[in-house]
C-alpha cells in the first residue's frame, strides 16, 4: 500500500506541463543545416554590417574545432546540429503602431500564459520586448526610455543602428570560443535585446523580454547584451516558457552583462520551459552561457534565477570581479521533476581588491530527476581582502532522485575569507506532522515548506516578477500555495 | 622508423622488471585491461586538476637495489616509536634486521614476499578493484617489489600496533620504489595500523597501493604520519572495504615532502558501519599536499565524517578533494564533510572541492568549507593582555589543529604530533 505522503509525491512528480499548447503562426524558416553559407544568408537576412559577419564566420571555424562538453552530471542525447534550421521568423511582420495590431493569436498566446501584454504595458509599467521565436515582434516604452538615453531593442537593431556600441561591448565578457555553445551562440544568434544605460542613469522600469519557443525544430540562439554606464542602475528581467513539443528543442543562449564604475545590473530569470512529459520524452535543452563582468570599481551583478523548466539545463551564470569593490549575487532555486536534470549554479571569479561575492543555491528534487549545484569561486592572488560565502541547500523528495553538490573553491591570496556550506536532507516528518496537526493538509504543508526553503532567493526578485515566480513554484508542487 | 617509447610504457616496463610479488593469475585479464585503459593523468583529468605532476614524470627513474638500512639512520629520522610490531621497507626492500614481524594464533604480519597465508591473499586480493581507480594504482598494484601483508584472525583484539615504515631515498639516481599492501582483519577483529613515510635521501617516486578488509564487527584504526623529503614524489592509493557494523578511522598527518597525493577511496557495503577521516596537513617552501577521498555510501545507516585541515605556509600548495556518494538504496545515510584551511602566506594556494552525490531521499549530508587567515582581531586581543605576538599566533595555530589532536586515543600518538606541532609552529615565526 502506497501511503498518502507516497500518492501525493507521485502526483507532485508527474503533474503536466500547463503552459503548453502551440501556436500557428506563419513562419519563414531556413532549411536545415549549418554551414558558413547559411551563416552568411542569416548575416545578409539580418542586414548586418560585414564585422558581424566576420564576427558570425569566426565563430563557427572556432566552433568547428570544439568538443561538446560532457564532464556534467547529464545523460542526454547530443543534438545533431545539421538537424536543426538556423533561422525562423514569424512571417507576417509589419511595424506595429499598437497593441490592436498585433497578431490576435499571439496576443492569446499571452494571455493563456497569464502575460496580458497591455495589462503589463499599463499596469505594471514594464517595457516588455517579445521576442517570439528569433524575431523582435513588438518593442514597447521605447519613447521613454529614448528620453533618458537609454537604448533598449533587439540585438539585430542595436548591430544596425548602434554598431559602435556592439561592436565595443559584444563578446568583451564571453569570447567567442569561450566554450562549445557560446561559440555555436556567436555563429548563427538569431536575435535577442540590447539594452545600454547611459552614465548616471537609473532606468525607471524593470527591462523584460519574454522568450517563447514556439516553431518545432527550430534552435533557439539568443544573444543579450547588457552595458551598464558609469553610475547606472537597471533591473533586466527574462521570463520563459514554451509550447509543448516531441522532439528535443536545443536553447544555447548568450547573456553579457557589463558593469562600468559604479554602475549596478540586477538580472532576474523565470525559467518554465517544457521539461518532458513523465517519461522524459521531449523536452528543452538549455545549454546557456552567461557571465558579467564587474569592469570599473564599485560595480555590482546581482543574478537571481528560479529554474523548473527543461529537461536538461547547463547553466552557470557567472561574474567576474574586476573593478576593486565590486560585489556579485547569485541567487537560484532549480525545480526538477519527472525525469529532469539540471546541472546548473555559477561561477565568481575575484580578480580586484576588496570584492565582495554571496553564493545562494536551493535545489529541489522530486522524481526521477537529478538536480547538481556546480559552482566555482576563484580568488586571484591579487584580489586582496576578497570575501565570499556560499551556501547551497537540497532538498530531495521521494526516493529515486538525486541531489548533487560540486563547489570548487580555489584561494590564491591569503587575505581572503571564503566560507561554503552545504546541506541535503528530505522534508522531515516531524515538519509534516507539526503542520498537519495546524489543520493543514500534507499537500499544503509540503508546499509550504518548499516555499519557505526558496524564500530567502524569492525575495530578491522584483515585484513583478516574485509572484510569478512563487505561483510557477506551487505550479510545479503542484500546491495551492502562492 | 623505431616506436618511441611512451612515458606510460617506460614506467611500466620498470616496475615489471623491479616486481617480485605476483599478484592471484585470475586478476591477470582485469589487470591488463585497466592498464590499457588508463593513461597517466594531466591536468585536463577531473581528479588531478590542481596537481601538476610534469615534474615527476620528466625524472629518469630506475630500480632501487637491495641495500642496507642502518639503524643509526632510522633513529635519526625521529620517526614515532611505539611498543609494537613493526615492518621497515627500504625502497621497496624489506628489512629483516630491523623489523619485529608476527605470527602467532592471533595474527600474522610480516612481508609480503614472506607471506604465511596464501589463501587469503589470494581469495581477496585485486577485490576491491583497486587497479581501476588511477594509472598509478593499476601501476602500483600489478607490480609490486613487496608490501606488507597483515591478518588478524577472528575475534582478536591487539592492542599493539602493527606499525609500517616506508623509508625511500638514494643519494645518487632516482627511483622507482612500489609497494602493495594487503590489511585483512577477520570477524570481530580489531587493530591499529600505523604507517611512517620518510625519507633518507632524495629524489624517489613512491607509488603505493593498499587493500584494506575490514570483516563484519572489525574495527580498524590508521594512523598516516607522512614526512618525506625535498624531490621527492610520494602517492598513495588506498582501498577500503567495509562489511556490516564496522569501524574505520583514519588519521592523516602530512608534515613534509615535495609532493604527495593521498587516494582514499572507501566502499561502505555493509549496514550500520561508521567511518571517519580526520586530516592535517602543514606544508611549506614550495610543497604540494593533495588530498582525494571518496567514502561510497552503498548500504543503509551508514555514518561517515570526513574532517581535514591544512595551514599553507611559504609557497605551498594545498588541495582537498572530498567526495561523498550516496546510492539509491542507502537510505538513513548520515555525510559531513569539513575542510578548513588556513593560509600563512602570500604565496600560499589552496584549492577546496568538497563534494556530496546524494540519490537516496532520507539523509543527512552536509559540508562545510572555509579558507582565511589568522584573525587579526584575536592577535591583537592577546598582545594587549600581555602575549607577545609570536606566542598569540603559535596559540591559533595550535587551537586550529587542536580538534584533530584531540581525537587521537594513543597517548604516545598524541604526544608526538604534539611535539611536530610545536617544533614546526616555533620554527614558522
Given at each position: 500500500?502506497?501511503?498518502?505522503n507516497?500518492?501525493l509525491?507521485?502526483?507532485?512528480?508527474?503533474?503536466?506541463?500547463?503552459?503548453?499548447?502551440?501556436?500557428n503562426?506563419?513562419?519563414?524558416?531556413?532549411?536545415?543545416?549549418?554551414?558558413?553559407?547559411?551563416?552568411?544568408?542569416?548575416?545578409?537576412?539580418?542586414?548586418?554590417?560585414?564585422?558581424?559577419t566576420?564576427?558570425?564566420?569566426?565563430?563557427y571555424?572556432?566552433?568547428?574545432?570544439?568538443?561538446?562538453?560532457?564532464?556534467?552530471?547529464?545523460?542526454?542525447?547530443?543534438?545533431?546540429?545539421?538537424?536543426?534550421?538556423?533561422?525562423?521568423?514569424?512571417?507576417?511582420?509589419?511595424?506595429?503602431?499598437?497593441?490592436d495590431?498585433?497578431?490576435?493569436?499571439?496576443?492569446?498566446t499571452?494571455?493563456?500564459?497569464?502575460?496580458?501584454?497591455?495589462?503589463?504595458?499599463?499596469?505594471?509599467?514594464?517595457?516588455?520586448?517579445?521576442?517570439?521565436?528569433?524575431?523582435?515582434?513588438?518593442?514597447?516604452f521605447r519613447?521613454?526610455?529614448?528620453?533618458l538615453?537609454?537604448?533598449?531593442?533587439?540585438?539585430?537593431?542595436?548591430?544596425?543602428?548602434?554598431?559602435a556600441?556592439?561592436?565595443?561591448?559584444l563578446?568583451?565578457?564571453?569570447?567567442?570560443?569561450?566554450?562549445?555553445?557560446?561559440?555555436?551562440?556567436?555563429?548563427v544568434?538569431?536575435?535577442?535585446?540590447?539594452?545600454y544605460?547611459?552614465?548616471?542613469?537609473?532606468?525607471p522600469?524593470?527591462?523584460?523580454?519574454?522568450?517563447?519557443?514556439?516553431?518545432?525544430?527550430?534552435?533557439?540562439?539568443e544573444?543579450?547584451?547588457?552595458?551598464?554606464?558609469e553610475?547606472?542602475?537597471?533591473?533586466?528581467?527574462?521570463?520563459?516558457?514554451?509550447?509543448?513539443?516531441?522532439?528535443?528543442?536545443?536553447?544555447?543562449?548568450?547573456?553579457?552583462?557589463?558593469?562600468?564604475?559604479?554602475?549596478?545590473?540586477?538580472?532576474?530569470?523565470?525559467?518554465?520551459?517544457?521539461?518532458?512529459?513523465?517519461?522524459?520524452?521531449?523536452?528543452?535543452?538549455?545549454?546557456?552561457t552567461?557571465?558579467?563582468?564587474?569592469?570599473?570599481?564599485?560595480?555590482?551583478?546581482?543574478?537571481?534565477?528560479?529554474?523548473?523548466?527543461?529537461?536538461?539545463?547547463?547553466?552557470?551564470p557567472s561574474?567576474?570581479l574586476?573593478?576593486?569593490?565590486s560585489i556579485?549575487?547569485?541567487?537560484?532555486?532549480?525545480?526538477?521533476?519527472?525525469?529532469?536534470?539540471?546541472?546548473?549554479?555559477?561561477?565568481?571569479?575575484?580578480?580586484?581588491?576588496?570584492?565582495?561575492?554571496t553564493?545562494i543555491?536551493?535545489?529541489?528534487?522530486?522524481?526521477?530527476s537529478?538536480?547538481?549545484?556546480?559552482?566555482?569561486?576563484?580568488?586571484?592572488?591579487?584580489?586582496?581582502?576578497?570575501?565570499?560565502?556560499?551556501?547551497?541547500?537540497?532538498?530531495?523528495?521521494g526516493?529515486?532522485?538525486?541531489?548533487?553538490?560540486?563547489?570548487?573553491?580555489?584561494?590564491?591570496?591569503?587575505?581572503?575569507?571564503?566560507?561554503?556550506?552545504?546541506?541535503?536532507?528530505?522534508?522531515?516528518e516531524?515538519?509534516?506532522?507539526?503542520?498537519?496537526?495546524?489543520g493543514?493538509d500534507?499537500e499544503?504543508?509540503?508546499?509550504?515548506?518548499?516555499?519557505?526553503?526558496?524564500k530567502?532567493?524569492?525575495?530578491?526578485?522584483?515585484?513583478?516578477?516574485?509572484?510569478?515566480?512563487?505561483?510557477?513554484?506551487a505550479?510545479?508542487?503542484?500546491?495551492?500555495?502562492? | 622508423?623505431?616506436?618511441?617509447?611512451?612515458?606510460?610504457?617506460?614506467?611500466?616496463?620498470?616496475?615489471?622488471?623491479?616486481?617480485?610479488?605476483?599478484?592471484?593469475?585470475?586478476?591477470?585479464?582485469?589487470?591488463?585491461?585497466?592498464?590499457?585503459?588508463?593513461?597517466?593523468?594531466?591536468?585536463k583529468?577531473?581528479?588531478?586538476?590542481?596537481?601538476?605532476?610534469?615534474?615527476?614524470?620528466e625524472?629518469?627513474?630506475?630500480?632501487?637495489?637491495?641495500?642496507?638500512?642502518?639503524a643509526?639512520?632510522?633513529?635519526q629520522l625521529?620517526?614515532?616509536?611505539v611498543?609494537?610490531?613493526?615492518?621497515?621497507?627500504?625502497?621497496?626492500?624489506?628489512?629483516?634486521?630491523?623489523?619485529n614481524?608476527?605470527?602467532?594464533?592471533?595474527?600474522?604480519?610480516?612481508?609480503?614476499?614472506?607471506?604465511?597465508?596464501?589463501?587469503?591473499?589470494?581469495?581477496?586480493?585485486g577485490?576491491?578493484?583497486?587497479?581501476?581507480?588511477?594509472?598509478f594504482?593499476?601501476?602500483?598494484?600489478?607490480?609490486?617489489?613487496?608490501?606488507?601483508?597483515?591478518?588478524?584472525?577472528?575475534?582478536?583484539?591487539?592492542e599493539?600496533?602493527?606499525?609500517?615504515?616506508?623509508i625511500?631515498?638514494?643519494?645518487?639516481?632516482?627511483l622507482?620504489?612500489?609497494?602493495?599492501?594487503?590489511?585483512?582483519l577477520e570477524?570481530?577483529?580489531?587493530?591499529?595500523?600505523?604507517?611512517?613515510q620518510?625519507?633518507?635521501?632524495?629524489?624517489?617516486?613512491?607509488?603505493?597501493?593498499?587493500?584494506?578488509?575490514?570483516s563484519?564487527?572489525a574495527?580498524?584504526?590508521?594512523?598516516?604520519?607522512?614526512?618525506?623529503?625535498?624531490?621527492?614524489?610520494?602517492?598513495?592509493?588506498?582501498?577500503?572495504?567495509?562489511?556490516?557494523?564496522?569501524?574505520?578511522?583514519?588519521?592523516?598527518?602530512s608534515?613534509?615532502?615535495?609532493?604527495?597525493?593521498?587516494?582514499?577511496?572507501?566502499?561502505m557495503?555493509?549496514?550500520?558501519?561508521?567511518?571517519?577521516?580526520?586530516?592535517?596537513?602543514?606544508?611549506?617552501?614550495?610543497?604540494?599536499?593533495?588530498n582525494?577521498?571518496?567514502?561510497?555510501h552503498?548500504?543503509?545507516?551508514c555514518?561517515?565524517?570526513q574532517n581535514?585541515?591544512?595551514?599553507?605556509?611559504?609557497?605551498?600548495t594545498?588541495?582537498f578533494l572530498?567526495?561523498?556518494?550516496?546510492?539509491?538504496n542507502?537510505?538513513?545515510?548520515?555525510?559531513?564533510?569539513?575542510?578548513?584551511?588556513?593560509?600563512?602566506?602570500?604565496?600560499?594556494?589552496?584549492?577546496?572541492?568538497?563534494?556530496?552525490?546524494?540519490?537516496a531521499?532520507?539523509v543527512?549530508?552536509?559540508?562545510?568549507?572555509?579558507?582565511?587567515?589568522l584573525?587579526?582581531?584575536?592577535?591583537?586581543?592577546?598582545?594587549?593582555?600581555?602575549?607577545?605576538?609570536?606566542?598569540?599566533?603559535?596559540?591559533?595555530?595550535?587551537?586550529?589543529a587542536?580538534?584533530?589532536?584531540e581525537d587521537?586515543?594513543?597517548?604516545?600518538i598524541?604526544?608526538y604530533?604534539?611535539k611536530?606541532?610545536?617544533?614546526?609552529?616555533?620554527?614558522?615565526?
Amino acid at each position: 500500500m502506497k501511503s498518502d505522503n507516497d500518492i501525493l509525491i507521485d502526483e507532485l512528480a508527474s503533474k503536466e506541463y500547463e503552459a503548453g499548447f502551440i501556436t500557428n503562426i506563419e513562419s519563414e524558416t531556413f532549411p536545415k543545416g549549418l554551414n558558413e553559407d547559411v551563416i552568411r544568408a542569416l548575416s545578409e537576412k539580418k542586414g548586418e554590417p560585414a564585422f558581424m559577419t566576420e564576427y558570425r564566420l569566426s565563430a563557427y571555424k572556432k566552433w568547428l574545432e570544439m568538443e561538446e562538453p560532457n564532464w556534467a552530471l547529464l545523460k542526454y542525447e547530443k543534438p545533431d546540429f545539421q538537424e536543426i534550421s538556423y533561422y525562423s521568423a514569424p512571417k507576417n511582420l509589419p511595424k506595429f503602431n499598437s497593441l490592436d495590431e498585433v497578431d490576435p493569436e499571439l496576443i492569446e498566446t499571452f494571455n493563456k500564459l497569464g502575460i496580458p501584454l497591455e495589462e503589463q504595458k499599463m499596469l505594471a509599467g514594464v517595457a516588455v520586448d517579445v521576442v517570439f521565436d528569433s524575431a523582435s515582434v513588438h518593442t514597447t516604452f521605447r519613447k521613454e526610455l529614448h528620453k533618458l538615453g537609454i537604448i533598449f531593442c533587439s540585438i539585430s537593431e542595436a548591430i544596425r543602428e548602434h554598431p559602435a556600441l556592439v561592436q565595443q561591448y559584444l563578446s568583451s565578457v564571453v569570447p567567442v570560443g569561450d566554450n562549445f555553445y557560446a561559440a555555436l551562440n556567436s555563429a548563427v544568434f538569431s536575435d535577442g535585446s540590447f539594452a545600454y544605460i547611459p552614465k548616471g542613469v537609473r532606468c525607471p522600469v524593470e527591462l523584460s523580454t519574454y522568450f517563447r519557443i514556439n516553431q518545432g525544430n527550430t534552435g533557439q540562439f539568443e544573444r543579450t547584451l547588457i552595458v551598464a554606464d558609469e553610475g547606472s542602475y537597471v533591473s533586466y528581467l527574462e521570463g520563459c516558457t514554451a509550447p509543448q513539443r516531441d522532439e528535443n528543442q536545443l536553447h544555447a543562449a548568450v547573456v553579457e552583462i557589463v558593469a562600468l564604475k559604479g554602475a549596478e545590473v540586477k538580472y532576474s530569470t523565470v525559467q518554465n520551459w517544457y521539461p518532458g512529459d513523465k517519461e522524459g520524452k521531449g523536452g528543452i535543452y538549455n545549454f546557456v552561457t552567461k557571465r558579467g563582468l564587474c569592469k570599473g570599481d564599485y560595480s555590482k551583478i546581482s543574478w537571481t534565477q528560479v529554474e523548473t523548466g527543461s529537461a536538461v539545463t547547463w547553466k552557470y551564470p557567472s561574474t567576474i570581479l574586476k573593478g576593486d569593490y565590486s560585489i556579485a549575487e547569485f541567487y537560484s532555486v532549480a525545480v526538477t521533476k519527472n525525469h529532469q536534470q539540471a546541472d546548473t549554479g555559477t561561477k565568481m571569479i575575484h580578480l580586484g581588491k576588496n570584492t565582495k561575492s554571496t553564493i545562494i543555491s536551493k535545489g529541489i528534487s522530486m522524481g526521477k530527476s537529478n538536480n547538481t549545484y556546480r559552482g566555482l569561486v576563484k580568488i586571484n592572488p591579487k584580489a586582496e581582502n576578497a570575501r565570499n560565502f556560499s551556501q547551497c541547500d537540497s532538498l530531495l523528495i521521494g526516493d529515486k532522485c538525486g541531489a548533487h553538490t560540486f563547489p570548487y573553491i580555489d584561494v590564491d591570496n591569503p587575505s581572503a575569507t571564503v566560507e561554503h556550506e552545504a546541506t541535503t536532507s528530505k522534508i522531515a516528518e516531524d515538519q509534516i506532522f507539526y503542520l498537519n496537526q495546524r489543520g493543514l493538509d500534507t499537500e499544503n504543508a509540503v508546499s509550504l515548506i518548499v516555499n519557505g526553503f526558496a524564500k530567502e532567493v524569492l525575495n530578491q526578485l522584483p515585484m513583478e516578477f516574485a509572484v510569478e515566480a512563487q505561483k510557477l513554484l506551487a505550479l510545479s508542487m503542484e500546491g495551492s500555495v502562492g | 622508423m623505431e616506436k618511441t617509447i611512451t612515458k606510460k610504457d617506460e614506467l611500466l616496463l620498470l616496475a615489471q622488471s623491479g616486481s617480485k610479488i605476483h599478484q592471484p593469475e585470475s586478476l591477470k585479464d582485469e589487470i591488463k585491461h585497466a592498464i590499457a585503459n588508463q593513461s597517466i593523468p594531466t591536468r585536463k583529468t577531473e581528479l588531478w586538476k590542481n596537481t601538476d605532476i610534469n615534474e615527476l614524470l620528466e625524472k629518469e627513474y630506475s630500480n632501487a637495489t637491495y641495500s642496507k638500512l642502518e639503524a643509526n639512520d632510522l633513529s635519526q629520522l625521529n620517526l614515532l616509536s611505539v611498543n609494537g610490531y613493526q615492518l621497515v621497507f627500504y625502497n621497496g626492500f624489506f628489512q629483516a634486521h630491523l623489523s619485529n614481524t608476527a605470527n602467532n594464533d592471533e595474527c600474522i604480519f610480516g612481508p609480503l614476499s614472506e607471506n604465511k597465508e596464501e589463501r587469503i591473499f589470494k581469495e581477496h586480493s585485486g577485490k576491491t578493484k583497486i587497479y581501476n581507480e588511477s594509472f598509478f594504482a593499476a601501476l602500483s598494484f600489478s607490480a609490486p617489489q613487496d608490501g606488507a601483508f597483515l591478518y588478524v584472525k577472528p575475534n582478536k583484539f591487539i592492542e599493539k600496533p602493527f606499525h609500517v615504515i616506508l623509508i625511500n631515498g638514494s643519494p645518487e639516481k632516482s627511483l622507482l620504489a612500489q609497494l602493495y599492501h594487503f590489511i585483512y582483519l577477520e570477524k570481530e577483529a580489531q587493530a591499529h595500523l600505523i604507517v611512517s613515510q620518510a625519507s633518507l635521501h632524495t629524489g624517489t617516486f613512491e607509488n603505493n597501493s593498499c587493500e584494506i578488509f575490514v570483516s563484519e564487527n572489525a574495527h580498524l584504526e590508521q594512523s598516516n604520519f607522512q614526512d618525506t623529503a625535498q624531490k621527492s614524489f610520494v602517492i598513495n592509493t588506498q582501498k577500503i572495504y567495509q562489511s556490516d557494523n564496522t569501524g574505520y578511522k583514519q588519521n592523516t598527518f602530512s608534515f613534509g615532502g615535495n609532493f604527495i597525493r593521498n587516494n582514499s577511496i572507501l566502499d561502505m557495503d555493509g549496514e550500520n558501519s561508521d567511518a571517519k577521516f580526520n586530516g592535517l596537513y602543514i606544508p611549506k617552501d614550495k610543497e604540494h599536499f593533495d588530498n582525494y577521498i571518496l567514502i561510497k555510501h552503498i548500504q543503509p545507516q551508514c555514518t561517515s565524517n570526513q574532517n581535514y585541515k591544512g595551514i599553507m605556509d611559504n609557497q605551498s600548495t594545498a588541495v582537498f578533494l572530498g567526495k561523498v556518494n550516496v546510492a539509491r538504496n542507502a537510505q538513513k545515510t548520515n555525510a559531513y564533510q569539513s575542510n578548513r584551511n588556513l593560509l600563512l602566506s602570500k604565496q600560499a594556494k589552496v584549492s577546496s572541492k568538497p563534494q556530496l552525490e546524494i540519490y537516496a531521499d532520507d539523509v543527512a549530508c552536509s559540508h562545510g568549507s572555509t579558507t582565511g587567515q589568522l584573525d587579526a582581531e584575536a592577535i591583537f586581543f592577546m598582545q594587549s593582555r600581555g602575549i607577545s605576538r609570536d606566542n598569540a599566533i603559535r596559540l591559533l595555530l595550535f587551537a586550529f589543529a587542536s580538534d584533530i589532536l584531540e581525537d587521537i586515543q594513543h597517548d604516545e600518538i598524541k604526544a608526538y604530533v604534539d611535539k611536530i606541532l610545536h617544533h614546526r609552529f616555533d620554527a614558522s615565526k
